[in-house]
């Protein structure tokens, strides 16, 4: 059975960061692309970064426009684990964030984390 188990998440003040983690196995690290989605309350889960496979810098991401020049999306294989690293936060990134690995015609889900950015 695939796990994806999310931390990190919690509350921070506007201008905060934040760095998410999303540990699950090695086959799927190595060989699933990764994504993180998020959902703000009472709208719709919306796809915020992706990383493809593979570890090198030209590894390819991309980034919702919303997020791009403050989340970084990485993935370090050696600890099966995916990141998201979320600086300069601002009350609309307030969200579940949840970690998702899609390959092979097969999509697998996170229980979801909660990010509330307050001051």
């Known amino acids: 059975q695939v796990q994806l188990v999310e931390s990190g998440g919690g509350l921070v003040q506007p201008g905060g960061s934040l760095r998410l983690s999303c540990y699950t196995s090695?086959?799927?690290?190595?060989?699933?692309?990764m994504r993180w989605y998020r959902q703000p309350p009472g709208k719709e889960r919306e796809l915020a970064a992706q990383?493809?496979?593979?570890?090198?810098?030209?590894?390819?991401?991309y980034y919702a426009d919303s997020v791009k020049g403050r989340f970084t999306i990485s993935r370090d294989n050696a600890k099966n684990t995916v990141y998201l690293q979320m600086n300069n936060l601002k009350p609309e990134d307030t969200a579940t964030y949840y970690c998702?690995?899609?390959?092979?015609?097969?999509?697998?889900w996170g229980q979801g984390i909660q990010v509330t950015v307050a001051s």
């Open positions: 998702s690995a899609s390959g092979g015609g097969r999509s697998y």
């Open positions: 990383i493809a496979i593979g570890t090198s810098i030209y590894t390819s991401t």
């Open positions: 090695a086959f799927i690290t190595s060989n699933y692309a």
